[in-house]
């Protein structure tokens, strides 16, 4: 397998082709976008969000959720593969905090009864609106079946990694899923990272990786080891 060119280059990560059709190398880079507009570098992020991420993808296939990921193959790539991305983003939410206490009025850090699964159409022009199943199906983006099968695939990603982060002593407060079609099948793809999870602590309700930087109370470096730590030395 060899690597070609580059075909996409985001915030945090970039994809490169390869001399097979059907799989592409995802690369996590060492920046992270700040205030939502500049980016600034932190040495390891890059390496530490591509074994988080494999190792998830690897333990949620073992409870038969399809994923885009095929092997880790350096420091900060893996090889996944190639899908047809559907635009559209899914969060779970667990604990009530930030800007979804604003949007409707709750306390920060109150559990949910039952988890809230939510979707926004990835379009930054826009500010990424949130839509329902209908405006997925009408604007042909998937058809019922499909969106059906990504809301059992998010509850299912939630309840298994739910019980992976309790067993570290870890709340999974929120998180962002991304999926695709391999050969007309949904599979869930993007990554499973720091970047795109939430994670408190289950007994100081500390609050960990991007939140402990934000406040200050921790460098980059070491709130991205300290889950790092916790996710593999527990």
């Known amino acids: 397998m060899k690597k070609k060119k580059k075909i996409l280059e985001g915030s945090t990560k970039k994809l490169y082709s390869t001399d097979e059709p059907e799989h592409i190398i995802q690369e996590f880079m060492d920046t992270v976008l700040k205030d939502g507009e500049s980016k600034s570098t932190i040495k390891g992020k890059g390496a530490i969000n591509n074994q988080i991420c494999g190792h998830l993808f690897e333990y949620l296939e073992g409870f038969h959720i399809p994923t885009h990921f095929v092997k880790s193959i350096g420091n900060k790539e893996m090889l996944v593969k190639k899908l047809d991305m559907i635009p559209v983003e899914i969060f779970v939410h667990n604990i009530a905090t930030g800007e979804f206490c604003k949007r409707f009025g709750q306390k920060d850090g109150q559990e949910l009864e039952l988890p809230i699964v939510e979707m926004f159409l ?14 997925v199906v009408a604007f042909g983006m998937a058809t019922t079946e499909d969106i059906n099968q990504i809301e059992r695939f998010s509850s299912k990603v939630n309840a298994v990694l739910k019980s992976f982060f309790t067993r570290r002593g870890l709340k999974l407060v ?50 991205y080891e300290d889950i790092f730590n916790r996710i593999f030395k527990s």
């Open 122 to 135: 990835k379009k930054p022009e826009l500010n990424n609106p949130m839509i329902n199943n209908g405006h």
């Open 174 to 223: 929120d998180f962002k899923l991304e999926f695709g079609r391999h050969k007309e099948k949904i599979v869930l793809g993007d990554e499973i990272s720091p970047d795109t999870f939430q994670l408190w602590d289950s007994k100081t309700k500390e609050r960990l990786g991007l939140d402990k930087i934000t406040s200050g109370e921790s460098t980059p470096e070491s709130a």
